[in-house]
């Protein structure tokens, strides 16, 4: 069954008459992961924003977003507005500017548990701080009272992911969550997301320019470049056998400096493949 | 020029800058472009209507009013846009040194400016005003001194802002020196803001200068000013309120020009609307299209 | 050729008369030789920009000094024509007024080296780093990404300066250009006889470039090692960099 079917997608700039996203159709299966690889400008995350519903105002779009059967394209606003957060949860890039500069991350968060639960206070407040301890976050009360600066990119994501864990939606889409994130931050994340999907069995919608991140955590990938969907395909055949000419020189180019790293990293040492197991936090 | 071709699409912009240029260029040349004499009393010919040689009619001591008001753009707009000049002039060196180099001097300023931002501005001028005598002169003297502090702080800022910037940083470390830097890299990007907020405040010092003279503190008569006409018609306002439609109308307009100059010149001195075609009917899809994908980077 | 001795750098944290401090480097010390490309890895937060800015005499340190060729680096006249840099941020690299021509040639000016052939030069450089004559005449705002970091690159060699300093320079680029970059910095070293000081988070890419690095934590050295001895890192924060990093696997690794 698939939870998302987008079906002649197009995209356009009211002001100046750009077509940003041709005519775009993909799936996303109950379950699975879908990533979006591309570079910047080919329209990876205007596509996802689509789904939202959440472009610009001057961004229009037409075409069929079936989501659990339901073409939300077609929806009032204030019906989306539900499904939002409920439904359909996003995971930004930045989490300084994703959350609200001005309050506490508790304030925000409460906000959101309760537009779209019923429980008090005491109540959001413990299933948050439960969710944010599975996502590896020491002290989460003392989290809850620190503003956005205060935090870092890591932990940001991390609240962002324990906010999924108790919204419990249907779909995830994760918008660039670790491009702006240092080494270790990076992997902590990525492991936080595969443990995400692995407990609540949700579809995500995975967008990146990493491919090594998005070989790790997606079963399907999706090619696009300047707003048309060039591949699709299972990850491993993408990535080990890439049809189309611009995936193929994405994946040279990624490999070319993997290789070189990996070369540095076993010269000549045996036991250096297996020497560096990835240990899970 | 650049800027009068950015501003050449808008057209309540030209218009605006026509109109100022038009005023500025007769106060100027007043004596030539003035009927009468401005101060000359005709006691016959008091409350006259308009008619072929007096346009706009006489005032209450007979005198020419289209005349009165032509002179009258001397004090109402000119000097003050020579206050506003220097007022700016000041604020902005003293911006540029705090903004530029921060630390020390950049605080020691501040809190300079903080102490002639607390003072409230109207009562100043007027304090000012009471010690010096009233005059021209002195209030323009006044707003001088009170308005500097604010230009130097909004300057300031966008000093600050700019200074940041990465290629200061590359300047800085190709060792160009500190003034060459500031003259070739911060002021022209921040002349956009001191032109906005320059034009911005020349309506309310032509206003402020409107409302002393009206009170009575401003020119002195015989002169000619915008305000004190207003403030000879107050007797008649009911009786004979077309005297008092010259003078009003005349300030409503050049503040609003300035008004709509200042919105425009913002949009107008934004760098990213340059290109390197200059080819006319192109250049606006091409605008459109760098803009839009310099913002999405 | 470069020597950092002993730095250290705190910030004022809190109002006008506080005394707080905030330790970002504390003490310092390595060399960097010519011809080398002297990586310096570490993490947001760690102290790296700020060390870079120290280097490009940006600032002055609290104690400790740089010098470059055995004169301290905060001498302007002794920075000019022989240091340069690249920043990460390219839409703030170049000042939006100039032309690509002009902001190639602003390091030239400031050294009075200007002459009537400038535009060849001007040519030359911009075929070196990649792009064609036509862009003499653009603006920032008209360059993509990697154009735009290509004149920012061709601008730091426009002096053909003895050491450059990368601060983060393509961590904001796509990874395919990311690699036509690192290319040209490689054959760009060779040509000019430079020595690159490369500040970055991203270990795959300093060891592409580098001949040495030092990691870098919380304002100190954690240690530091030719590339080739990488594998062989000691402590123990490199090596939960080096098992925490996320690489690329092609058909071979399957």
């Known amino acids: 069954m698939n939870i998302v079917e987008v079906k002649h997608l197009k995209i356009w700039d009211a002001n100046t008459d750009k077509v940003i996203i041709h005519n775009s159709s993909f799936q996303v299966k109950q379950g699975s992961c879908l990533a979006i690889v591309g570079e910047s400008g080919s329209g990876k995350s205007v596509t996802c924003r689509s789904i939202m519903r959440l472009n610009k105002p001057w961004l229009r779009q037409s075409g069929t977003i079936l989501f659990k059967g339901e073409d939300i394209n077609q929806l009032s606003e204030q019906e989306m507005r539900r499904r939002r957060g409920k439904n359909l949860c996003m995971i ?123 070989q790790k955590i997606a079963d399907e990938v999706m090619v696009m470049k300047d707003g048309a969907i060039v591949e699709s395909g299972h990850i491993r055949s993408v990535f080990t056998k890439p049809k189309h000419a611009y995936t193929q020189y994405l994946v040279s180019t990624r490999l070319e400096l993997s290789n070189h790293f990996r070369k540095l990293m076993r010269g000549g040492d045996t036991d250096a493949q297996g020497g560096w197991d990835r240990k899970v936090l | ?89 000041v604020g902005a060196v003293v911006g540029f040194i705090a903004g530029y180099f921060k630390g020390k001097a950049d605080a020691w300023i501040m809190r300079l400016c903080d102490v002639m931002l607390s003072f409230p501005g109207y009562v100043m001028t007027l304090a000012v005003v009471g010690i010096l005598g009233a005059g021209l002169e002195h209030i323009l003297i006044a707003f001088v001194v009170m308005k500097w502090a604010w230009f130097a702080r909004v300057i300031r800022t966008s000093v600050m802002q700019f200074s940041e910037m990465e290629y200061v940083k590359f300047a800085k470390a190709s060792g160009i020196g500190s003034f060459r830097i500031i003259t070739k890299h911060i002021i022209p990007v921040t002349f956009a803001d001191v032109a906005v907020i320059a034009s911005g405040s020349m309506c309310s010092m032509m206003l402020q200068i409107s409302g002393l003279s009206f009170l009575g503190l401003g020119i002195q008569a015989p002169h000619a000013e915008w305000g004190m006409m207003l403030n000879e018609t107050r007797e008649v306002m009911f009786s004979r309120p077309e005297l008092m439609l010259a003078p009003g109308l005349a300030i409503v307009i050049v503040v609003s020009a300035f008004n709509f100059l200042s919105d425009a010149l913002q949009v107008a001195l934004d760098p990213k609307l340059m290109t390197s075609t200059s080819q006319g009917k192109l250049r606006k899809k091409e605008v459109g299209k760098a803009v839009y994908e310099y913002s999405r980077g | 050729m470069l020597k950092v001795d002993g730095i250290e750098k705190s910030y004022k944290q809190g109002g006008l008369f506080s005394k707080q401090r905030l330790k970002i480097l504390k003490k310092v ?152 970059v690192l290319r040209l910095l490689k054959e760009l070293k060779q040509f000019y006889q430079m020595s690159y000081v490369f500040i970055t988070h991203d270990i795959q890419a300093a060891a592409y470039i580098c001949d040495r690095v030092i990691i870098f934590r919380d304002g100190q050295i954690e240690e530091m090692v030719p590339i080739e001895q990488l594998k062989h890192v000691q402590s123990d924060y490199a090596r939960r960099l080096l098992t925490y990093l996320i690489t690329f696997q092609g058909e071979d690794q399957g």
């Not at chain 1, 439960?130 to 503003?147: D, F, G, H, R, T």
């Not at chain 3, 920009?49 to 005499?57: A, D, N």
């Not at chain 3, 740089?66 to 839409?91: H, M, P, W």
């Not at chain 3, 390091?107 to 450089?125: F, H, N, R, Y």
């Open chain 1, 92 to 214: 930004l890039q930045n989490g300084m500017s994703a959350f609200d500069p001005a309050c506490v991350i508790g304030v925000h968060i409460r906000e959101t548990l309760q537009t779209h639960f019923d429980w008090n206070n005491k109540e959001s407040e413990r299933k948050i701080m439960s969710a944010m301890e599975s996502v590896m976050l020491k002290n989460p009360q003392e989290i809850l009272n620190q503003y956005p600066h205060q935090l870092s990119g890591g932990m940001l994501q991390r609240i962002m992911i324990a906010l999924a864990l108790v919204l419990e939606p249907d779909l995830i889409i994760a918008d660039e969550p670790t491009t702006a994130l240092d080494t270790i931050s990076q992997y902590e994340v990525v492991e936080q997301l595969i443990r995400l999907r692995e407990r609540m069995g949700c579809s995500m919608l995975f967008i990146s320019h990493d491919l090594g991140v998005v």
């Open chain 3, 29 to 180: 010390a390595f060399e960097c030789q010519h011809g080398e490309c002297l990586g310096i890895i570490g993490e947001s937060g760690s102290g790296k920009s700020t060390l870079g800015r120290l280097i490009l005499g940006i600032e002055k340190p609290d104690r400790g000094r740089i010098l470059f060729e055995g004169k301290n680096v905060n001498d302007r006249r002794v920075r000019r024509g022989s240091i340069s840099a690249v920043f990460q941020n390219y839409t703030s690299s170049i000042n939006p007024f100039l032309t690509v021509e002009e902001a190639i040639m602003e390091p030239l000016k400031a050294q009075k080296k200007v002459e009537p052939g400038m535009q060849i030069k001007v040519d030359t450089l911009l075929h070196q780093v990649g792009l064609d004559s036509s862009y003499r005449l653009k603006y920032p705002h008209e360059l993509s990404g990697g154009e735009a970091q290509r004149v920012c690159i061709a601008r730091a060699i426009s002096t053909e300066p003895r050491c450059i300093v990368f601060d983060e320079a393509i961590s904001s680029l796509d990874v395919s250009v990311q690699i036509q």
């Open chain 2, 1 to 89: 020029m650049r800027l009068l071709r950015n501003l050449s699409k808008d057209k309540l912009a030209m218009t605006s800058l026509a109109v100022i240029v038009v005023i500025v260029a007769v106060g100027v040349f007043a004596p030539l472009c003035a009927p009468h004499d401005p101060e000359e009393v005709n006691m016959k010919l008091r409350y006259a209507s308009s008619s072929w040689s007096y346009w706009l009619g006489n005032d209450h001591l007979g005198r020419c009013v289209l005349s009165r008001l032509i002179y009258g753009i001397r004090p109402s707009v000119l000097w003050v846009m020579v206050a506003l000049m220097i007022s700016v002039l």
